[in-house]
């Protein structure tokens, strides 16, 4: 029979015959979810030249069939009495997972309106995209992960289905995801050195075929092995506890087999918290008043337009000209520009107070109201003025109104689906633990189907001629080792695998919960608000507003009043834009298309002094899927018109967008 050749490649150039007499104590190691090694000693002077360097590309063939391949160690030399020599060793493609932080994408602020999404260590197991994944999905990740940070490998076979509950993590390698997840389902795994660059397959512990060999024959009659009935369950039973918004907690139980009792012997009962659902509420209130300009009495009629015009102030102020004995104002007019046509039609009742938003569902109208102000002075003298307001008319009532902001609802965590049979598949089975040794005298010369080396990571073991559970016990390979030329040691147990005890801390472990959060969200500032309007005169200015308010009108009718005293004003693009004013130390903004922001002070008293801290106007919001950046364009802010008086203390700059 024609010997076995056994090649040693070193960087894919250096070629050395592991036959020659001078390699020594020549162990291939392979293990299930760790590292494979490769242990030599050549026999050379201690301080001769290494065939190796750290981080070497080292492979080993049999027979021309590649069955190893990995990176070097550093060379350790030896030297005693009468020998010298250098040991060298190398790690498999394992060990390239273990050296791969593993990570997850996470979004944080980078400043005012930036968004920056990045890596981090900071992960969530079993859950990716913001979705449940499965131990198998989160091993292909991991193995995936690795591969697109340029490792040498590649992926091959998962068939892990078990659907762990999420939980946070931080700070582990490739290779740690891929053992906590496979630990599930008592996984097993190999790489496949066959194939360039090396595969690594992952799957369940009853996977893998079942290889029977007979004591004596194929096995040499030194055998250690034991079962381990303590990891063995009868049946699990789950309870999953979810709080609710309302404080109460609902559960949910899986049970495997259905008719489980959990509390007979071996049975794995575990209580499962789960996160609650997490949500915002947006709120209104509103305030809404009859029409009462037309058809109401006189003192109705006065009672209503000194309540939405101030009209009480504006007369104490007409009182400098002349006591004012009486006043009285006339029957309203309306105009509904875009309102039913028909009067039977139209609303009632208008906004006095609050917003709307398009989530109340309210339809509103704006109506243009008008009537006539007469004041009467002591001395007889009539004196008129137009009153005009714009108000939103809609049959709504006054109450707060509520609705969930489904683009902020999150579900409660669901119970993960299959969780306790899965459990049961994993943990049913006794498991073996110990040793074999096989009879043949060549490593690799038991074959496979293809005519391979037989992988026996990808084999389970059965024994005959021993005792009648070992021919069917199907035991797990956890590790081959190979002392060349002739010596395989088959070690069976779970690799890495969970105690029962394990599971029942990793089910029942706290973690940070979220519990239910509904929170209020109030209208913001581009829903439709009621501000009431000041008097506007025929023949003179009877605006009220302190001047310290500015009013922004956003499109036809958004109205809102920000106080300027704050010092910051902030306008998003999206509307044509006008702050408007007066020169009682009121200023006239416009952000119109062209993107730019002017500053028209050509309307001031000459001894005017325009004064502001900071507009920001931002504008072509865009994302930037390369950087994770929200990109927004800068503006510049112009004086038009007539010069800022000397001795001003205002500022025209150009800004960067926030």
């Given at each position: ?6 090649t ?13 007499t ?7 190691a392979?293990?299930?979810?760790a ?10 002077a ?15 063939f049999r ?41 997850q ?6 400043g ?7 890596d ?23 193995i ?13 076979t ?17 290779a ?6 496979a ?17 690594l ?8 075929a ?20 303590s990891?063995?369950?009868?049946g ?24 489980t009792?959990?509390?007979s012997?071996r049975?794995?009962v575990?209580s ?9 509420y ?11 300009h ?32 009486s006043w ?7 105009i ?17 107070a ?10 509103y109208?704006?109506?243009q109201?008008?009537a ?10 009539k004196?008129?003025f ?9 049959n ?41 040794t ?6 690799g010369?038991?074959l496979?189907?293809?005519g ?31 002392t ?7 070690s ?9 005890n ?10 940070q ?11 913001g500032t ?38 300027a ?23 006239v903004?416009?952000?119109g ?7 028209d002070v050509?309307?001031?008293a000459?001894n ?8 920001t106007?931002?504008?072509n919001?865009?994302y ?10 800068k503006?510049t802010a ?8 000397a ?12």
């Amino acid at each position: 029979m024609t010997a076995t050749l056994w090649t040693l490649k070193i960087n894919g150039a250096a070629v050395y015959d592991l036959r020659d007499t001078r390699f020594a104590n020549v162990t291939l190691a392979f293990r299930s979810l760790a590292a494979d090694t490769l242990a030599f000693v050549h026999g050379s002077a201690f301080d001769a030249a290494p065939l190796m360097a750290v981080n070497d590309v080292v492979e080993v063939f049999r027979n021309n069939v590649r069955v190893f391949k990995g990176q070097a160690n550093s060379p350790q030399p030896l030297a005693s009495a009468g020998a010298e020599g250098i040991r060298y060793s190398a790690r498999g493609a394992w060990a390239q997972l273990e050296e791969t932080a593993y990570l997850q994408q996470s979004a944080f602020s980078g400043g005012l309106n930036t968004i920056v999404v990045t890596d981090t260590p900071e992960v969530t197991l079993f859950a990716l995209g913001g979705a449940y994944a499965s131990a198998g999905a989160m091993i292909t990740h991991a193995i995936n992960a690795a591969i697109g940070a340029g490792r040498d490998l590649a992926l091959g076979t998962v068939d892990l289905d078990i659907q762990p509950r999420a939980e946070a993590a931080q700070d582990l390698s490739c290779a740690a995801v891929i053992v906590r997840a496979a630990r599930w389902q008592r996984g097993v795994s190999w790489f496949d050195y066959t194939v360039d660059p090396p595969a690594l397959s992952v799957v369940k512990h009853s996977t893998p075929a079942a290889a029977a060999l007979a004591i004596g024959t194929d096995v040499l009659p030194a055998i250690e092995i034991t079962a381990n009935e303590s990891n063995r369950v009868a049946g699990v039973a789950l309870y999953f506890r979810t709080p609710s918004e309302d404080g109460i907690t609902t559960l949910a139980e899986q049970r495997y087999p259905v008719d489980t009792d959990p509390q007979s012997a071996r049975t794995l009962v575990a209580s499962v918290a789960l996160d609650g659902g997490s949500a915002s509420y947006l709120e209104q209130d509103i305030t809404m008043k009859p029409f009462q300009h037309q058809d109401a009495a006189e003192g109705t009629r006065k009672a209503f337009w000194a309540d939405i015009m101030n009209l009480a102030a504006f007369i104490e102020q007409q009182a400098d000209g002349g006591a004012i004995t009486s006043w009285t104002v006339g029957v309203g007019s309306e105009i509904w520009p875009n309102g039913p046509e028909e009067e039977g039609d139209r609303p009632t009742k208008f906004l006095y107070a609050g917003a709307f938003a398009e989530w109340m569902g309210i339809a509103y109208y704006e109506v243009q109201l008008s009537a006539t102000l007469t004041l009467t002075r002591a001395n007889g003298q009539k004196e008129s003025f137009d009153l005009v307001a714009t108000v939103q008319a809609a049959n709504a009532t006054t109450q707060t109104y509520r609705s969930l902001d489904l683009d902020s609802y999150s579900p409660a965590e669901s119970a993960p689906a299959g969780l306790a049979a899965a459990l049961f598949n994993a943990f049913s089975e006794t498991q073996y633990a110990g040793s074999v040794t096989l009879a043949a005298r060549d490593c690799g010369a038991t074959l496979d189907g293809a005519g391979q080396p037989l992988n026996w990571l990808a084999r389970r073991l059965n024994l005959t001629g021993g005792p009648a559970a070992w021919s069917t016990m199907a035991a797990t390979v956890a590790e081959v080792v190979w002392t060349l030329p002739g010596r395989t040691t088959l070690s069976l147990g779970a690799p890495q695998h969970l105690t029962l005890n394990e599971v029942r801390d990793l089910l029942s472990q706290n973690r940070q919960r979220r519990s239910p959060r509904f929170a209020r969200q109030e209208a913001g500032t581009d829903d439709v608000s009621q501000q009431l309007p000041s008097v506007t005169a025929a023949r003179q200015n009877m605006s009220s507003s302190p001047q310290h308010e500015v009013l922004v009108v956003a499109g036809q009718s958004n109205k809102v009043t920000l106080d300027a005293t704050n010092g910051r004003v902030r306008i998003h693009a999206g509307a044509n834009l006008v702050i408007e004013a007066n020169k009682d130390g009121q200023i006239v903004v416009t952000a119109g298309n062209n993107q730019s922001i002017t500053l028209d002070v050509a309307d001031l008293a000459a001894n005017a002094v325009v004064k502001f801290r900071d507009i920001t106007y931002v504008t072509n919001v865009a994302y930037d899927t390369a950087t994770g950046i929200l990109k927004q364009t800068k503006i510049t802010a112009r004086v038009l018109g007539a010069a800022i008086p000397a001795g001003s203390d205002s500022t025209v700059e150009t800004a960067e967008a926030c």
